[in-house]
């Protein structure tokens, strides 16, 4: 899969995962979606971000989750 919105630069925000270069981490984008922010409020308090940067940044998310195993808690 070929992530075209998503940049990983050394010298910028550490090096982890941003949008387009901008400095706006990946993992920003989806702690928002997963607080329960819609697509719209998340564009009005990035409005540099675009629709298809959202959507991008999770899938982003969801391969780098399927690329190594995340420890659990049993609920028992």
Known sequence: ???????????????????RGLRI???TIVG???EGM???EI???YPDLE?????????Y??????ER???LVNAS
Do not use: Y
Request: hydrophobic share 45%; with cysteine.
């Open 25 to 27: 981490p990946v993992a």
């Open 51 to 59: 629709l298809e940067d959202i959507r991008e940044a999770l899938r």
């Open 61 to 66: 998310a969801a391969e780098a989750v399927r």
């Open 32 to 34: 928002m979606v997963a």
């Open 43 to 45: 564009l009005e308090a």
């Open 69 to 71: 195993e995340i420890p």
């Open 1 to 19: 899969m070929k992530f075209t919105r998503i940049t990983v630069e050394p010298d910028k925000m550490d090096g982890i995962p941003c949008i």
């Open 38 to 40: 819609s697509e719209e």
